[in-house]
């Protein structure tokens, strides 16, 4: 099939890519001239797991192309997805401008019947926004179908998420775009839900919203435990195994970030206001994952007494392992907040520094994790990539000034890090001496 994949973003390239990878001819879109040029260069704007070889591999193939020229990109597809983004706005409203743009360029240059896929994650009824605009744009008259086709892919792991999804959802009102949709999809062998596009739309936000209050409810139990002295693994562990709560999205941490559960979250409290629900629950669990932020800033500070002059070094920046994406990552809080009370950071990612250095300044960024610890009076985790599950921690203690452990992701066993001679300061455990 012929495919048009506006924004060539994290969600945007996959799909893309995936879809090419499937047999499918693809173009991909994107308005930003230097990640276009990029990628027609073989060089990957973003890092995700596997998709370099994807790209290159379909690149070499003819199936994938990359262009900033949307017309001709619409007129050679029948199904065209809008994969731009939707950042908050002030007030935490999705910024639905992007996908009003991509809307509005669509409907000049249809030419044909058109499945326009709205795979940005919007509001509800913001399918009938992206009709209207179509309506009213459509020069030549065209028929077309908008289809909501939400995207559950998680960065770091989003090509494989993209080809072994949990469930496709599909939220149409025509027997047509169901066809063609179902048709695509079909080599993926995955469950598929049909809706009504508000339907869908929900669907999305709705997970979203889910996993975040999961994650928020667990560090409320770590607060909990902290105050009782109990071990929050020992009781997710509990928690876990009963099959209506289950093990993932039961850790506890300094709670959760990236592009998509803070913003998702937000913009859901948002959507219930304007339809006359007031969302409590969420509005608490976003709550509470500022508050982690605050309170693992309030350990650094107890533990140090006073963070002014003091060196730290920070392991792990971006919003999760796996990814170099750190927007609305939890370092940029925390490491902002120590810098403002006066601590000197060295920070190590093995991936995300590049994109650090554009938002967080006047940071040592090191070449490994045990150059951030060398003289730091603390070493904190703030992501847990398998690398620094896996450090040689004699080294690490022979670097420091200090050997204090503050760990944001409980990545490691408190006995295990109390023979190795450190203090260690974890979430809803017990520290250790
Ligand atoms: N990142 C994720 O893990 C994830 C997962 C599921 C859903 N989503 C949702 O998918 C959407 C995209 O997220 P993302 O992380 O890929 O964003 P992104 O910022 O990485 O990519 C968006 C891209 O769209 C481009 N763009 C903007 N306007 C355009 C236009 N008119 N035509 C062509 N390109 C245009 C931008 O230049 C950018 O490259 C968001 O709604 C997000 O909430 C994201």
Request: proline share 4%; aromatic share 8%.
């Amino acid at each position: 099939m012929k495919i048009a994949v506006a924004g060539a973003g994290y969600v945007g390239l996959v799909t893309g890519t995936c879809f090419a990878e499937l047999g499918n001819d693809v173009t991909c879109v994107d308005i930003d001239e230097e990640k276009i040029a990029k990628l027609n260069n073989n060089i990957m704007p973003i890092y995700e797991p596997g998709l370099e070889e994807l790209v290159f591999k379909n690149r070499k193939n003819k199936r994938l192309k990359f262009t900033t020229d949307l017309k001709s990109a619409i007129k050679d597809s029948e199904i065209i997805f809008i994969c731009v983004g939707t950042p908050p706005k002030e007030n935490g409203e999705a910024d639905l401008s992007y996908v009003e743009n991509a809307a509005r360029a669509i409907a000049e240059a249809m030419d044909s019947y058109k499945v326009v896929v709205e795979k940005s994650t919007v509001p509800v009824k913001t399918g009938d926004k992206v009709a209207e605009s179509i309506r009213n744009y459509n020069r030549h008259k065209c028929d077309f179908d908008v289809v909501s086709n939400p995207e559950f892919l998680r960065e770091g792991s989003a090509v494989h998420d993209f080809m072994s999804p949990d469930r496709i959802v599909i939220g149409t009102e025509s027997e047509k775009a169901r066809q063609i949709m179902k048709e695509l999809y079909s080599p993926l062998k995955a469950p598929i839900i049909f809706t009504d596009i508000k339907s869908a739309e929900i669907i999305k936000h709705a997970s979203n919203s889910f996993l975040a209050a999961k994650i928020s409810f667990i560090n409320a139990i770590a607060n909990i435990c902290e105050l009782a002295g109990a071990d929050v693994e020992r009781v997710a562990e509990g928690m876990g195994l009963d099959k209506r709560i289950g093990r993932s999205f039961l850790n506890a941490g300094i709670g959760y970030g990236g592009f998509c559960f803070p913003k998702d979250a937000e913009a859901f409290i948002r959507i219930s206001e304007k339809l006359g629900y007031d969302f409590k629950l969420l509005k608490a669990a976003q709550e509470i994952n500022k508050d982690q932020r605050k309170s693992f800033v309030k350990k650094i500070n107890k533990a140090l007494l006073d963070v002014k002059g003091r060196t730290i070094g920070v392991l792990g920046l971006s919003f999760k392992p796996n990814t170099d994406d750190i927007r609305f990552a939890p370092s940029v809080d925390i490491i902002m907040e120590l810098q403002k009370e006066g601590a000197k950071i060295k920070a190590y990612d093995p991936k995300a520094m590049d994109k650090a250095r554009q938002i967080l300044k006047n940071i040592e960024y090191c070449n490994s994790p045990y150059d951030a610890a060398k003289n730091a009076d603390a070493l904190l985790i703030i992501t847990e990539w398998d690398e620094f599950k896996q450090l040689d921690l004699k080294r690490i203690k022979s670097a420091v000034k200090r050997p204090l452990i503050i760990d944001g992701r409980n990545i490691y066993n408190p006995d295990d890090i109390k023979k190795h001679g450190f203090s260690y300061i974890s979430i809803g455990r017990k520290d250790v001496d």
